[in-house]
T-cell receptor
Framework: DGGITQSPKYLFRKEGQNVTLSCEQN?????MYWYRQDPGQGLRLIYY???????QKGDIAEGYSVSREKKESFPLTVTSAQKNPTAFYLC?????????????FGDGTRLSIL | KNQVEQSPQSLIILEGKNCTLQ??????????LRWYKQDTGRGPVSLTIMTFSENTKSNGRYTATLDADTKQSSLHITASQLSDSASYICVVRMNNAGNMLTFGGGTRLMVKP
């Protein structure tokens, strides 16, 4: 079955440590996205990529970094510069250029601070 | 500022009852509005999409409405089931380049037996 796989499901970060969240899709989608979800708030866009080897900052990119070396993969690194990283992180993908196509989401990674 | 507001924040109903969730938005220019269902600890899944010209759309026991003049949408759930317990998120897309979305904070629905 086609879909988006995020790993790990739970992740713990120590002070001063960088951690990387994995996102892989086999839907052959061009566009991929990373969102952060906090309780009671709407999803907020961290980074997005419309095509391989290109990505753009979203609304809350500070303290995060991404890469898009392959079409199917869009890893997110939470750096030590992100002072409040505890949240539920969701990766999504979509076909570019078609506004009526939904974004397909993975099942998220919950990041906590030790 | 582009915003999507949902009400109520949370709702508890008995199994078999109906309920209606509300979504008001200020996103402009408007392209479409989508309702997602998010089970606890999972990613959101699309239920239905409403474009500017559509007033009502059904997907099984879910019926969405859109009033583009007042910038309001609702999601009506008929004959609720325990499996309907989830967060329901209203998402509005602007009519511009890219697939950028504005998300509401969601309504958390609990269906009790």
């Amino acid at each position: 079955d086609g879909g988006i796989t995020q790993s790990p499901k739970y992740l713990f970060r120590k002070e001063g440590q960088n951690v990387t969240l994995s996102c892989e899709q086999n839907l052959n989608h061009d566009a991929m996205y990373w969102y952060r979800q906090d309780p009671g708030q709407g999803l907020r866009l961290i980074y997005y990529s419309q095509i391989v080897n290109d990505f753009q900052k979203g609304d809350i990119a500070e303290g995060y970094s991404v890469s898009r070396e392959k079409k199917e993969s869009f890893p997110l690194t939470v750096t030590s510069a992100q002072k409040n990283p505890t949240a539920f992180y969701l990766c999504a993908s979509s076909r570019s250029g078609n506004s009526n196509q939904p974004q397909h989401f993975g099942d998220g990674t919950r990041l906590s601070i030790l | 500022k582009n915003q999507v507001e949902q009400s109520p924040q949370s709702l508890i109903i008995l199994e078999g009852k109906n309920c209606t969730l509300q979504c008001n938005y200020t996103v402009s220019p408007f392209s479409n509005l989508r309702w997602y269902k998010q089970d606890t600890g999972r990613g959101p899944v699309s239920l239905t999409i409403m474009t500017f010209s559509e007033n009502t759309k059904s997907n099984g026991r879910y019926t969405a409405t859109l009033d583009a003049d007042t910038k309001q949408s609702s999601l009506h759930i008929t004959a609720s089931q325990l499996s309907d317990s989830a967060s329901y998120i209203c998402v509005v897309r602007m009519n511009n380049a890219g697939n950028m979305l504005t998300f509401g904070g969601g309504t958390r629905l609990m269906v009790k037996p």
